[in-house]
């Protein structure tokens, strides 16, 4: 005797898989990017999202994958997707954390729609109250990275992260929109004394408001100096300016203002950074070039 509604149920399935296909369904989520390779991956994991209701349009936002490309593996410190906490997915358990002691007391940032368009995928920044901390600390005389997409519409003098040992303290690094609305990079020497010697880099491309812009920085230790790269182009070159040449060399070269907390959201001089940030990345130890920079803002 022949199962009718064993035929009915196979007859569906083998049509919804098809309808599937034809109309770009997909499933919420590929968490080994490896296997996007596999046809036969693809159509297990589509008959599955068929079956437990969770197909998407192939447009539609999914959830990030946490798996960090080979290429970016190496020197990595610390990587914050931002997706509704401060946590570190580098693997390193840098995990972002509100300061405490002289700084701003804090609850941390709001969460808001990322730069992929996943929900509460970035941090929302108030200008007024908010922040984290990272322990990331670059050196002058070694290479490293920041990157970080950015959406705001506070173009002009608007801080995005720094060090200080105090809030009006003299700072060591900022990150900043300056009052002309490029991404600056600008580093402070301690065996000045002051505040007056450093380092300076000004992209030459303006940050447009309220679009996500990718900007990095790349430090190259035994130069001394570095590169601003906005949206995966370089956009402007360090230069020393004050009467100090710069980091020295050596085992004790002398270094910027340092030491933790790095503060984002927060920067010299005590000013609150208004808008989101997605995906902040911290590299010790090596240089981003474009590959890698390209690699980066690919990432959903």
Known sequence: MVNHNFQITERFLVLAFFFCLTFFCQPISFN????????????TKILQCLLEGSCTLKNASKERSYQIPASLVSGLFAWYPLDGNSNDMSGNAQHGYFPGG?????SGPSYAVGHSNLTNGSASFNGTNQLFASDFVPL???????????NTNLTSNNRILGYQAAPSYNPGITMTLN??????????WI?????????????SSVVPANVWTHIAYVHNGSTRQGT?????????????????????????????????????GYAYPSQFYVGMLDDIWF??????????????????
């Not at 002058?140 to 950015?150: G, L, N, P, R, V």
């Not at 009052?179 to 402070?188: A, C, D, K, R, T």
């Open 32 to 43: 080994n990017t490896g296997d996007y390779e596999s046809s036969s991956y693809r159509e």
């Open 102 to 106: 002289v700084w701003p007391v804090t």
């Open 140 to 150: 002058c005389h070694e290479d490293f990275a920041i990157t970080f997409w950015i």
């Open 179 to 188: 009052v002309s609305g490029y991404p600056e990079f600008l580093s402070f």
């Open 191 to 203: 065996a000045s004394g002051g505040n007056t010697d450093g380092l300076m880099v000004t992209s």
């Open 228 to 264: 601003i790269w906005v949206n995966g182009v370089i956009t402007g070159n360090t230069s020393n300016f004050g009467a100090y040449a710069g980091c020295t060399t050596g085992t004790s070269p002398n270094q910027w203002h340092n030491g933790t907390p790095l503060n984002i």
């Open 283 to 300: 590299f010790k130890g090596r240089q981003l070039n474009e590959s890698d920079i390209s690699t980066l803002m690919s990432l959903p």
